[in-house]
């Protein structure tokens, strides 16, 4: 397997053990990842999604760390900003808005 060109995790607020409870667990992030996975599909991008442990960034969950770019993008709660966000990795940039600095 190649290492794809964009490795997509997703803050699932999963705790050492195994129950999922945190800001973003309670934002909806795990709704979000079948959505996330269609977008990679649809748009033939070469990317991989993973649920994640809590990231420890819960003052701007639900939280989304695109590797290896190193973004990390906050208050992402909802399709629209997944499409802001994909549409920006597409196109190179980055989407400010929701960027967690």
Known sequence: MN???FHIFV???FR???ESKGVC???GSVALLPYIE????DRGMDAQITSTG???ACDH???????PQGLWYGRVDNEDVVD??????EAGEIVQDYLIE
């Open 25 to 27: 667990h309670k934002k």
């Open 54 to 56: 809590c990231m420890k």
């Open 84 to 89: 802001a966000i994909m549409d920006a990795l």
């Open 3 to 5: 290492k794809p060109a």
């Open 11 to 13: 803050c699932a607020s």
């Open 16 to 18: 050492a053990g195994g």
């Open 38 to 41: 269609s977008e990679i599909l």
């Open 61 to 67: 969950g639900p939280v989304m760390v695109v590797q």
